[in-house]
């Protein structure tokens, strides 16, 4: 069988009406078959919410990517360092990264209050929870990058008479950036989610107590607002972690 | 006298440290390899031809016996950038370029060596004829170009002794007889010692000054022919002449008795 090929035009083309058709339907169809508009508000009132309250929604809006950037930053730069350690220190890692893999189990929603009963009501626990679910998919990529280095790749170095250092900087490192990336590009949307877990469970800002309390007043508009604003974060948030690889790898191309 | 010795082993013995007791690779090697000579290295799998050359490049500490490499230890030649390896797989590193490859060994190592290298990549890369592909990454280039960088790669390092672990063995007939013929002439213009392990009896006649045939089972020293009667003053011969044939049937023979 010929294989058919769609045409840029269709390529293009097709989502856009998957995603209008529906919306569509959402518009339309959902209000006629007698659903209310404080369950499920349509497309159009979730953008004119957006609208009139886009000052309300940024100021909640802030602290949450404020929590999701720092929980971002410190989860995966602990794990990237923690995967050296493991690397150097066999030992270490045959005790730890067992305990760690378990401790990677514990659902995020189960943790989250014994968080917030110990580190409080402030921004600390958002970030924490938030760099808890950087953390674990960082540290398994990149402790497995660093090792994917071959026995002739690393006999090579030796022959060559390089230092740990220069092993490291010269294999090591640029074998694990690929895994290491694909785990940042997931971190850029999971910290987003973890900072709004931290914020439903204890807070009066933030996306993630706007989601709760428009819930619970049955402001249906402000909740879809509130959710949308929250899934467009993490479109940025992974946009960028995107750009940066990008930028990564037209220099590694220059510099080798 | 000494001055002239490339590597000599004396009742070495070679092998891998196990859980209770070490296991013998290859047992008794007394062996002079004299500066610029090109010895090959032929026996069947498991005769420790590669654990030989693993030692040489201080990849393998020997179990017994003394081994000097330009009249020092395995450990401190390397150290001072005299061996050079080339493997079976190319091992070159995919996200840099052909020339930022045979680059490494600018780069790394730095501390340790203590002669300097003036040498520069693109003569290296000349030399083995691929100047026209310097910015080209490794996926894009065939098994006999890769293996091509690979050995510019090593001569980057200046070194006195190239050891070579069947570098052409994964590629096809043509290829390889052609990267012979190049092999042959580079050794020519550096001068540089060459051990060169094989499995293909006409390659280890073709290439070899003298050839070391090992036998396995347990891995020992079966044979030193010297090939150099039947070749002419640049070290060619003929692959067709019936002293090759002669002297490929008697190998062959040895090969068959040492295998089992």
Known sequence: MIKHRLSIVEMTGLPAIGAGSLLAAWQWLIPALGVPAYILPTPAAVVRTFATEW?????????????????????????VLLAIVFVYNPRLRTAYFPVVLLFNTIPVLALAPI?????????????????????????????????????????????????????????????????????????ATTCVIGAIVGEWIGSNEGLGAVIIQSTFNYQAERLFAAVLLASLSGIVFFTAVAQIERIFHRQQRQSG | MGDTIAIEAEGLH????????????????????????????????????????????????????????????????????????????ATLLPWRTVRQNVELPLQVGKKSISRSVDSKPSHWLDLVGLSDLGSRYPHQLSGGQRQRVAIARALQCEPDILLMDEPFGALDEITRDRLNDELLAIWHRTGTTILFVTHSITEAIYLGGRVLVLAANPGRVQALIDLMPMKDDNGFCRRESPEVQETATHLRQLLRDGGA
């Open chain 1, 55 to 79: 000052r309300f929604l940024l100021l909640n809006a802030v602290p949450t990517w404020y929590e999701a950037l720092l929980g971002f930053l410190l989860g995966n730069i602990l794990a």
């Open chain 2, 14 to 89: 070679l092998g891998y440290a196990g859980s209770t007791e070490t296991v013998r690779v290859l047992s008794g090697v007394d062996l002079v390899v004299r500066k610029g000579e090109f010895l090959t290295i032929l026996g069947p799998s498991g005769c420790g031809k590669s654990t030989f050359l693993r030692a040489v490049a201080d990849l393998l500490p020997p179990v017994g016996g003394r081994l000097t490499v330009l009249g020092k230890t395995a450990s401190d030649a390397r150290r001072r950038r005299e061996v050079a390896f080339v493997f079976q797989e």
């Open chain 1, 115 to 187: 968080i917030i009963l110990v580190f409080g009501l402030g921004i600390l626990p958002k970030v924490i929870i938030a760099a808890l679910l950087c953390f674990f998919p960082t540290l398994v990529n990149t402790t497995r990058g660093l090792n994917l280095a071959t026995a002739n790749e690393l006999e090579l170095m030796h022959v060559l008479s390089a230092s740990d250092w220069e092993t490291f900087w010269r294999l090591r490192a640029p074998r694990a950036t690929p895994l290491l990336f694909a785990s940042l590009r997931i971190s």
